[in-house]
């Protein structure tokens, strides 16, 4: 298989068939992502031979196993850019050898829904795209503007409800910090009123962690940004739980997170609030920092 560098999923992605179609991020100017520091480009399209090649492998490993897949889960940081022609020419492929799969995954950035006519999502829909997963990271536009992630707060709203209309499912992630010092509750609020008009599947809660080789870390050399507390991170996201309106799945399952979870909103919204607030009340800022000066890789 054509794997390069660290392969990259969500927790929920554990099933699924990894197949390499991008590497590195079409994007590669957030300022707190070192995720792609270990490739020597910024981003590349694999070869179709090489994809077909993968899957030809892939299907011979699957029939050795007696295994079917149900699912392609596209890897990179976001497949979802390349052009709609392209990611049909990828599905076909896909069907060719794997003719039970049902749904083919990616990350995306909400730019790379921008990308392409309402036409060409419907007929990414039809040819089993569903289920995208979208690093919004928050709806704060100033945090977005500094963090450099490309996109403002109402860029997240329109392509995703275009995506809602294609009838394309997505889960959000969300970045817990990225507004800074005394900024993240306020963030938490305005991404629950963008979300809220909105129909993430899940919305997964990542802690920020900053590594020296990131341009974020610069900043803060520089005196241009301030960390929210561990404390902090917990009260963003217990903000971020209380204003929530929509059925979703809410979880932090990630190594960032000292503390993993996951639960339906809004059945379990109230004991989701509770578990923050013993989190908050209870454990100590020293411990909290201690895991995360722990995390040495996400």
Not at 38 to 55: C, G, N, R, T, V
Not at 68 to 83: D, I, Q, Y
């Amino acid at each position: 298989m054509h794997y390069t560098g660290t392969i990259w999923r969500p927790p929920y992605e554990a099933a699924s068939l990894l197949l390499e179609v991008t590497a590195g991020c079409s994007h590669h100017k957030c300022k707190f992502c070192t995720l792609y520091a270990d490739l020597p480009f910024p981003f590349q399209m694999s070869p179709l031979e090489d994809i077909k090649a993968d899957l030809k492998e892939a299907r011979a490993m699957y029939r050795l196993m007696g295994r079917k897949a149900s699912r392609v889960f596209l890897t990179g940081a976001n497949p979802f850019v390349l052009s709609a022609r392209h990611l049909i020419e990828i599905a076909e492929a896909i069907h060719e050898f794997f003719p039970e799969v049902k749904t083919i995954g990616c990350f995306a950035r909400v730019t790379d829904a921008a990308l392409k006519s309402d036409d060409e999502l419907a007929a990414l829909r039809k040819a089993g795209y569903d289920e995208l997963t979208i690093g919004i990271e928050t709806a704060d536009d100033r945090a977005l503007r500094f963090m450099d992630k490309g996109y403002r707060s109402t860029d997240i709203l329109e392509q995703c409800q275009r995506l809602d209309q294609a009838g394309i499912h997505y889960s959000f992630f969300y970045l817990t910090g990225v507004s800074g010092a005394e900024h993240g509750e306020e963030g938490a609020r305005v991404t629950a009123a963008v979300c809220n008009q909105l129909h993430p599947m899940r919305i997964g809660a990542n802690m920020m962690t900053i590594y020296p080789d990131s341009r974020l870390y610069a900043e803060i050399q520089q005196g241009h940004w301030q960390e929210e507390s561990e404390t902090e991170k917990y009260r963003e996201i217990r903000t971020l739980v209380e204003h929530l309106k929509i059925p979703t799945i809410f979880a932090a399952l990630g190594a960032s997170n000292a503390f993993q979870f996951q639960c339906a909103l809004p059945e379990d919204q109230e004991k989701l609030i509770t578990f923050l607030d013993e989190i908050i009340d209870k454990v100590s800022e020293d411990e909290l920092r201690r895991y995360r000066e722990s995390v040495h890789h996400l």
